[in-house]
Nanobody
Framework: QVQLVESGGGSVQAGGSLKLSCAAS????????MPWFRQAPGKEREWVAA???????SYLDSVKGRFTISLDNAKNTLYLQMDSLKPEDTAMYYC???????????????WGQGTQVTVSS
């Protein structure tokens, strides 16, 4: 059973930074993808960034150059460093876990409880 626990959310002014963490345990897939998603009020959940078990990263266009995803395998912890934050980044952020696949976004089967990020202008 995979368990994911996020932390690090909070309130910050536009232009500020936050670093989210996701403590993971119980990995079940030899190859996997660990993404961050977010969901703002009244909007659909969207994928923000992802890293796979080989260290390959990918980002939503709107966060490229501002957000950095990383995975510390020794600590079993996923991170999302968010810089130059904008009010439109305000959302609940979730880490997740999926088997490695070209269609991993449809295969996410474990989610964290979420951590709130609020960016004021």
């Amino acid at each position: 059973q995979v368990q994911l626990v996020e932390s690090g959310g909070g309130s910050v002014q536009a232009g500020g930074s936050l670093k989210l963490s996701c403590a993971a345990s119980g990995y079940t897939y030899r190859r996997y993808v660990m993404p961050w998603f977010r969901q703002a009020p009244g909007k659909e959940r969207e994928w923000v960034a992802a890293i796979d078990s080989e260290g390959k990263t990918s980002y939503l266009d709107s966060v490229k150059g501002r957000f950095t995803i990383s995975l510390d395998n020794a600590k079993n912890t996923l991170y999302l460093q968010m810089d130059s934050l904008k009010p439109e980044d305000t959302a609940m952020y979730y880490c997740a876990y999926a088997p490695y696949s070209g269609s991993w976004k449809q295969l996410v089967d474990y989610w964290g409880q979420g951590t709130q990020v609020t960016v004021s202008s």
